[in-house]
């Protein structure tokens, strides 16, 4: 992936990535992206989901929405998504740090046309709950109509990883008695709670129970 001065790592910058695989799987391993926008002259960071298509982002939310409206006007836009892997307990709270996957897009978002919308929301219902489109029925033209989804290209991007234990460094007056390592984070599934008007003896459907096995799926490497 080509680094622009706009996407060069500055600090830690040996933890930059360039690969565009561990793009693609950073974003198809998480589920809601950060997205900014500067909204009459201030900073608006609202949390959405998306899914990858291909060589973009897609963003979808409600037409009455200002987030997504601003988004649409052709402003710049940026958007990042964190996969957080562990907590490092270092031996001094300074080298104490976070194992993370993360990507910024820098760009700006076009809106999908009305024609490719549905496929669009089906891409994006795919990444979110995969299998679940085809289980419920289609959407409405009016829930079309309240929908509004935008494509942001994958051409300005950024990768940055954090995947090592604590710091082996010796420091100054560090103690070597205290534990140090790292608690991994992952995100996981519980039990479904069907909901109350579900009734009886309507098993779970293969999206619901398919969930579980691809969260093991996503878990990251762990790291001494
Ligand atoms: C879960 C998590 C927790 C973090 N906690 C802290 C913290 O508490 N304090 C702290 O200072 N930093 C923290 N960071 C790191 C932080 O995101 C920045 O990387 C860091 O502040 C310094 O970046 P920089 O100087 O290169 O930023 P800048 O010079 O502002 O960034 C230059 C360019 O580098 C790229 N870039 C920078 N950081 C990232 C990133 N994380 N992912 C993708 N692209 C990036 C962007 O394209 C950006 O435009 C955390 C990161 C994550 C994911």
């Not at 900073?43 to 959405?48: D, K």
């Not at 029925?137 to 929908?147: D, Q, S």
């Not at 950024?158 to 205290?178: I, L, Q, Y």
Request: glycine share 8%; charged share 25%.
């Amino acid at each position: 992936m080509p680094v622009t001065d706009r996407t060069r790592v500055t600090r830690l910058a040996d933890r930059q990535v360039v690969d565009r695989q561990v793009l693609h799987d950073v974003l198809d391993a998480g589920l809601v992206a950060h997205v900014a926008v500067v909204r009459d002259g201030v900073p608006i960071v609202l949390p959405v989901g998306y899914a990858r298509d291909g060589e973009s982002v897609l963003l979808h939310g409600s037409t009455g929405g200002g987030l997504l409206r601003a988004a649409a006007s052709g402003v710049p836009v940026a958007v990042t998504v964190t996969l957080l892997d562990g907590l490092v307990y270092a031996r001094s709270l300074f080298d104490s740090s976070m194992n993370y996957r993360s990507v910024m897009v820098l760009g700006t978002a076009v809106a999908v046309p009305d024609a490719l919308k549905e496929e669009a929301l089906r891409r994006l219902s795919e990444h979110l709950m995969p299998g679940r489109w085809d289980e419920v029925r289609p959407p409405t033209r009016r829930e079309l109509a309240a929908t509004v989804v935008l494509r942001v290209p994958l051409d300005e991007v950024s990768v940055k990883v954090r995947a090592t234990g604590a710091s082996t460094e010796p420091d100054d007056g560090e103690d070597r008695a205290v534990w140090a390592g790292v608690v991994p984070l992952t995100l996981a599934t519980l039990e479904p709670v069907a909901s109350a008007d579900a009734p009886r003896g309507v098993p779970v459907p293969a999206s619901v129970a398919a969930a579980a096995s691809r969260f093991e799926a996503l878990r990251p490497e762990l790291h001494a």
